[in-house]
């Protein structure tokens, strides 16, 4: 995800968490690229497998084209763009010691909100299992078990987002054979913040043109349309007849 601005700091004095909370967003992965190595000749002094270039075996190590079977996921957050579904996926995971026979973990939840201009209180978001398994709440009941959940949202309009993720669990006490001795509700909060940008810019400009005689005024329409997606700049002219 984006920059994490901050968490509860009244729970962070009561001593660290045993869940953390892993926010990760979700896009479309691409064909990893490989860069094959020239073919070598004897005379050339070199002696390096073609197949060291390669992102993935191939029958044909002397093949230049530069794509591979590979998917790959971006290596970053990315940008977020007016129109788009932003999708991310929230992992609550239990961080207890495997050896640890004296806390356990139960009930997690997580809660999320996304935070707009249009509603700096934030807007109550709607969670998904990433499986079947992970509908369980007990899904993180042992020591490095996990409860995941995924969020959609469609993004209207442009500014600062802050997606607001809430994670609730209860931590108990054992004092011997399995038996509590004593449990507590705890709770802690993150908050990611990211931008959403235009995915177009519209820029228009009106020119008169020379008169002509006795003929009506005429007037040139320019119009830009800027993208800022990774698409090529376009501009459109045209000359209305009156």
Same mark, same amino acid.
């Given at each position: 995800m984006s920059r994490q601005r901050g968490q509860s700091t009244s729970?962070? +004095?009561?001593?660290?968490h045993t869940v953390s909370l892993k926010v990760l967003r979700l896009s479309?992965?691409?064909?990893?690229?490989?860069?094959?190595?020239?073919?070598?000749?004897?005379? $050339?002094? +070199?002696?390096?497998?073609? $197949?060291?270039?390669?992102?993935?075996?191939?029958?044909d190590?002397?093949?230049?084209?530069?794509?591979?079977?590979?998917?790959? +996921? @971006? @290596?970053?957050?990315?940008s977020a763009y007016v129109g788009e579904t932003f999708s991310c996926t929230l992992c609550a995971n239990n961080e207890l010691p495997e050896n640890d026979e004296a806390r356990?973990?139960?009930?997690?939840?997580?809660a999320a909100e996304m935070q707009m201009p249009s509603?700096?209180?934030?807007? &109550?978001?709607?969670l998904a299992g990433a499986s079947s398994s992970d509908v369980n709440e007990n899904a993180t009941?042992?020591?490095?078990?996990?409860?995941?959940k995924i969020v959609r949202f469609e993004l209207k309009e442009e500014g600062n987002h802050i997606l607001a993720a809430t994670v609730t669990y209860t931590?108990?006490?054992?004092?011997?054979?399995?038996?509590?001795?004593?449990?507590?509700?705890?709770t802690f909060r993150k908050l990611y913040q990211f931008v959403a940008q235009p995915l177009m810019a519209v820029r228009t400009k009106v020119e008169e043109l020379?008169?002509?005689?006795? &003929? @009506?005024?005429?007037?040139?329409l320019e119009a830009q349309l800027s993208a800022q997606s990774p698409i090529r700049n376009s501009s459109t002219r045209w000359r209305p007849r009156t």
């Open positions: 729970e962070g +004095l009561k001593g660290p479309r992965p691409s064909l990893a690229d490989h860069h094959p190595l020239p073919q070598q000749t004897s005379s $050339n002094g +070199l002696h390096i497998s073609p $197949n060291a270039s390669l992102s993935f075996p191939s029958a190590p002397t093949d230049s084209f530069i794509l591979s079977p590979v998917l790959t +996921l @971006p @290596p970053a957050f990315g356990r973990i139960s009930a997690v939840r997580i509603q700096p209180a934030g807007l &109550a978001l709607d009941a042992k020591p490095g078990g996990s409860l995941q931590e108990t006490l054992l004092a011997g054979e399995g038996r509590a001795a004593s449990g507590r509700v705890r020379p008169a002509r005689g006795t &003929a @009506p005024p005429q007037y040139a």
